[in-house]
């Protein structure tokens, strides 16, 4: 059973970089498609970003766009988040997340295999 943890959430300044990785265990993730969702306090978590197989398609929301970047890369089972430009809105649980299936939108992508998450907190 595949399973992920996640790492590399830290305090930064507005304006800052992160970057973020996930590791897989349990099984190899060149079958998977891998993806990142955040929570903030107060609010439901949301859909960030995803990878598809052999990074054929790349999906973001808008508010992310031009600043992160998703990258996978299979021979170490890891998938990754570059975060750059970083704003206090992005302040939020990190996940990670994993699936066989693609869904017709990241919004409406269910994916089945969580990681525990890690906190992202952008603050002067």
């Known amino acids: 059973q595949v399973q992920l943890v996640e790492s590399g959430g830290a305090v930064v300044q507005p304006g800052g970089s992160l970057r973020l990785s996930c590791v897989a265990s349990?099984?190899?993730?060149?079958?998977?498609?891998m993806g990142w969702f955040r929570q903030a306090p107060g609010k439901e978590r949301e859909f960030v970003t995803r990878v598809a197989w052999a990074d054929s398609i790349i999906e973001y929301i808008d508010s992310v766009k031009g600043r992160f970047t998703i990258s996978r890369d299979n021979a170490k089972n890891t998938v990754y988040l570059q975060m750059n430009s970083l704003k206090p809105e992005d302040t939020a649980v990190y996940y990670c997340?994993?699936?066989?299936?693609?869904?017709?939108?990241?919004?409406?992508?269910?994916?089945?295999?969580w990681g525990q998450g890690t906190q992202v907190t952008v603050s002067s």
């Open positions: 997340a994993a699936d066989w299936s693609w869904s017709i939108s990241g919004s409406r992508w269910s994916p089945r295999v």
């Open positions: 349990g099984g190899t993730i060149s079958r998977l498609i």
